[in-house]
């Protein structure tokens, strides 16, 4: 299984950055698939993740901000991020399971496979 983040990179207080994520390898018939990130000296922690059945979760510090997508046919997770704060700065991984963990789905210890991730900085 491998995981390729794309799309980090610096923007202003505002502003909006689109990330993916290409997954291959990956062949469970139930999964959860989620964006994490991890800002320096804090731990990581879930931002978005959604699962086979289609639930989408949100930590609560993106929410109505943040959007998860997944394009099945190019196997590629994306979280369109908007209304960026200085607070959303960290290293943002994508991550994949094989299995439904239901109010897990944003838990970065229940996830074994992981990307490389990208950064994003939001700064004036």
């Known amino acids: 299984v491998q995981l390729a983040e794309s799309g980090g990179g610096l923007v202003q207080p505002g502003g909006s950055l689109r990330l993916s994520c290409t997954i291959s390898?990956?062949?469970?018939?139930?999964?959860?698939m989620g964006w994490f990130r991890q800002a320096p000296g804090k731990e990581r922690e879930g931002v978005a993740a959604i699962d086979s059945e289609g639930t989408i979760s949100y930590a609560d510090s993106v929410k109505g901000r943040f959007t998860l997508s997944q394009d099945n046919v190019k196997n590629t997770l994306i979280l369109q991020m908007n209304n960026l704060k200085p607070e959303d700065t960290a290293i943002y991984y994508c991550?994949?399971?094989?299995?439904?963990?239901?109010?897990?789905?944003?838990?970065?210890?229940?996830?074994?496979?992981w990307g490389q991730g990208t950064q994003v900085t939001v700064s004036s």
């Open positions: 991550a994949a399971e094989g299995d439904l963990m239901r109010l897990g789905s944003l838990v970065p210890l229940l996830y074994n496979y």
């Open positions: 390898g990956f062949t469970y018939s139930k999964y959860c």
